[in-house]
């Protein structure tokens, strides 16, 4: 019963902030599963999902599991933040997406769709020399 209880706290928690948050940040955050705070204004759209996406495990900054795992893994040989790789291929970033590798979970495309994972391959990958 306490599990229950704890739960119930929490939806309506959660129901209650969402309520009070202005109507254009309510939609936004209840159109995708995402916590981006990125309006991605003149920015490319592989940049936009990116942020929305994966920045959360990816990104910049303290407690992101994605780069501290690439941290822990390469040493500093290569850089751990994604999107200043210059090594990464669209259809490997694809792969790991659909897949998952090590920690990060496998991402269904109905929680991201092909044209958003194209557009975020496309930034990561940018950089490469042709």
Request: charged share 20%.
């Amino acid at each position: 019963m306490k599990k229950i209880g704890a739960f119930l706290v929490v939806v309506l928690a959660f129901f209650f902030a969402a309520k009070a948050l202005p109507a254009q940040e309510a939609v936004s955050r209840s159109a995708s599963w995402t916590t981006s705070t990125t309006q991605g204004q003149g920015q490319p759209r592989g940049y936009v999902q990116y942020q929305n996406y994966c920045s959360m495990c990816h990104g910049e900054g303290v407690g992101k599991p994605g780069t501290l795992a690439l941290q822990a893994k390469y040493k500093g040989a290569m850089p751990a933040l994604l999107d200043k790789r210059t090594d990464l291929t669209q259809p490997l970033i694809k792969t790991y997406v659909r897949n998952g590798l090590s920690i990060m979970p496998i991402l269904r495309k109905t929680e991201i769709s092909d044209a958003d994972l194209d557009a975020i391959a496309a930034y990561l990958t940018r950089n490469n020399k042709p």
